[in-house]
């Protein structure tokens, strides 16, 4: 699809055809990054997006254990000091 730069004060914009905002998802708000020389419009991503969902389908942490080994040591004993 081709569209033509319109001029926005001193920038250029483009309008975006309602079908491909829907189709791409797009919102209110973009992320605009430069790969090369494209310019790639994306939804915005909210941090963290989808990870309450990941840990649902990792299950229950009943069996998770400690990975590390909280005993003293003797750096811990004689070496360390505040």
Do not use: H, Y
């Not at 483009?14 to 998802?25: A, V």
């Not at 994306?42 to 998770?64: C, I, L, T, Y």
């Amino acid at each position: 699809m081709r569209t033509q730069l319109i001029r926005i004060g001193n920038s250029r914009g483009i309008r975006i055809p309602k079908p491909l905002i829907d189709e791409c998802g797009l919102g209110n708000s973009v992320e605009l990054r430069v790969i090369g020389q494209r310019i790639v419009i994306s939804p915005e991503r909210v941090p963290r997006q989808g990870w309450a969902e990941a840990f649902r389908k990792a299950g229950p942490a009943k069996n998770d254990e400690l990975l590390l080994d909280l005993t003293d040591n003797d750096f811990d004993r004689e070496d360390w000091r505040w």
